[in-house]
């Protein structure tokens, strides 16, 4: 069975120690030290990983993630690099549900944020895993959006989602959709064919967490 998210996470980590810790990232605010901290949080720190999602507890992640990244860098990669086998979200039952998605998004954030970046050329089976994550991001990012929306993975599969008006059509292969409904709209290469009003207004929505 492939390990989309095993191949990710290792080429991720390459690329960090590769960067360096003061990279750029298209995250706003982040360093390439700053997104290694998110994820070991997020892998190690169950008591404030939950703040990567409820506002609540946003403040006392941060310290945490602050806390982190303050670490020698080659230590808080090696940390990304090998989660702990005890760990809710990267253990081998969960590894690749929960990690092909998240790593695959975090390694286009370092690698789009430089200069002369190109789409990379994804397995089949990668961007079928990824539409799988894409369809049911579609419909929880865009539930509310004011068009009828028609996204569209040629190969993989479309979907209708919205709450109805001028029809807008989103059309990508499923890692730049992924991409796109995460929020990342300035960096996916999507078409968007609609009323230039709508298709500018979904650039700039909020999506994503």
């Given at each position: 069975?492939?390990?989309?998210?095993r191949?990710?996470?290792?080429?991720l980590?390459?690329?960090?120690?590769?960067l360096?810790?003061?990279?750029?990232t298209?995250?706003e605010?982040?360093?390439?030290?700053?997104l290694a901290?998110?994820l070991?949080?997020r892998?190690?720190?169950?008591?404030?990983?939950?703040g990567i999602?409820?506002?609540p507890l946003?403040?006392?992640a941060e310290?945490?993630?602050r806390q982190?990244?303050a670490?020698?860098?080659?230590?808080?990669?090696?940390q990304?690099?090998?989660?702990?086998?005890?760990?809710?979200v990267?253990?081998p039952?969960?590894?690749e549900?929960?990690n092909?998605?998240?790593?695959?998004?975090?390694?286009e954030?370092?690698r789009?944020?430089g200069?002369?970046w190109q789409?990379r050329?994804l397995?089949?089976g990668?961007?079928?895993?990824?539409?799988?994550?894409?369809?049911?991001?579609a419909?929880?990012a865009l539930?509310?959006f004011?068009a009828?929306?028609?996204?569209q993975?040629?190969g993989?599969?479309?979907m209708?989602v919205?709450?109805?008006?001028?029809p807008?059509?989103?059309?990508g292969?499923?890692?730049e959709?992924?991409?796109f409904?995460?929020?990342r709209q300035?960096?996916?290469?999507?078409?968007?064919?609609?009323?230039t009003?709508t298709?500018r207004?979904l650039?700039a929505?909020s999506?994503g967490?």
């Amino acid at each position: 069975m492939p390990r989309y998210a095993r191949a990710e996470r290792e080429a991720l980590a390459d690329l960090l120690l590769a960067l360096g810790p003061d990279a750029p990232t298209i995250n706003e605010g982040w360093a390439t030290r700053d997104l290694a901290a998110h994820l070991v949080l997020r892998e190690r720190r169950p008591d404030a990983a939950g703040g990567i999602v409820l506002p609540p507890l946003r403040g006392y992640a941060e310290r945490v993630r602050r806390q982190l990244a303050a670490q020698p860098y080659p230590e808080l990669v090696a940390q990304v690099r090998r989660p702990p086998l005890w760990s809710p979200v990267s253990n081998p039952v969960t590894d690749e549900l929960a990690n092909t998605m998240e790593f695959f998004i975090h390694h286009e954030d370092v690698r789009r944020a430089g200069s002369g970046w190109q789409p990379r050329d994804l397995p089949a089976g990668l961007q079928s895993a990824l539409w799988k994550r894409a369809a049911p991001m579609a419909r929880l990012a865009l539930r509310r959006f004011p068009a009828d929306l028609y996204v569209q993975a040629p190969g993989h599969g479309e979907m209708s989602v919205g709450r109805g008006g001028e029809p807008v059509r989103l059309v990508g292969p499923p890692a730049e959709l992924v991409l796109f409904l995460s929020g990342r709209q300035r960096v996916a290469r999507v078409q968007l064919d609609g009323p230039t009003e709508t298709a500018r207004r979904l650039r700039a929505a909020s999506l994503g967490m």
